[in-house]
């Protein structure tokens, strides 16, 4: 028995699969560049931090790890966004649940925010 794809969009595979797919991670990265304040400041953030984590005297791991931090918070911004899109497809109503759904993804955004200077602290105060 061939399994049922769950959507029409699954079908492809192999290179086009992964050619696909970079396009669609172009696309949601312009989107989120255009529509998101945010990311824009935490992009502008990464263009400052990432080219002082390669001048900074680091230890290779130590230098990963002030990258690794920082990219860290674009994924969860993107994410974030990609939840905070969502709630705003289903309902622009006010809901308990959608602020609970924001409120959190906030959360991990500040969480990753608070990693990036433990991690900078850390590694430049070795």
């Not at 974030?80 to 959190?104: G, P, Q």
């Given at each position: 028995?061939?399994?049922?794809?769950?959507?029409?969009?699954?079908?492809k595979t192999g290179l086009?699969?992964?050619?696909?797919?970079?396009?669609?991670?172009?696309?949601?990265?312009?989107?989120?560049?255009?529509?998101?304040?945010?990311?824009?400041?935490?992009?502008l953030l990464a263009a400052?931090?990432?080219?002082?984590?390669?001048?900074?005297?680091?230890?290779?791991?130590?230098?990963?790890?002030?990258?690794?931090?920082?990219?860290?918070?674009?994924?969860?911004?993107?994410?974030?966004?990609?939840?905070?899109?969502?709630?705003?497809?289903?309902?622009?109503?006010?809901?308990?649940?959608?602020?609970?759904?924001?409120?959190?993804?906030?959360?991990?955004?500040?969480?990753?925010?608070?990693?990036?200077?433990?991690?900078?602290?850390?590694?430049?105060?070795?």
């Open positions: 028995m061939s399994p049922v794809n769950e959507s029409p969009f699954k079908g086009r699969r992964v050619w696909n797919a970079f396009h669609y991670s172009l696309a949601g990265l312009r989107a989120a560049w255009r529509s998101e304040d945010a990311f824009r400041q935490e992009v400052v931090l990432l080219p002082l984590a390669f001048w900074l005297p680091a230890s290779g791991s130590g230098r990963a790890l002030l990258v690794g931090s920082v990219l860290l918070v674009l994924i969860v911004e993107l994410l974030n966004s990609a939840v905070e899109a969502t709630v705003d497809r289903i309902s622009l109503e006010n809901h308990r649940l959608a602020k609970r759904a924001k409120d959190i993804g906030s959360a991990a955004v500040f969480v990753a925010l608070l990693n990036v200077a433990a991690v900078w602290g850390c590694v430049l105060l070795e």
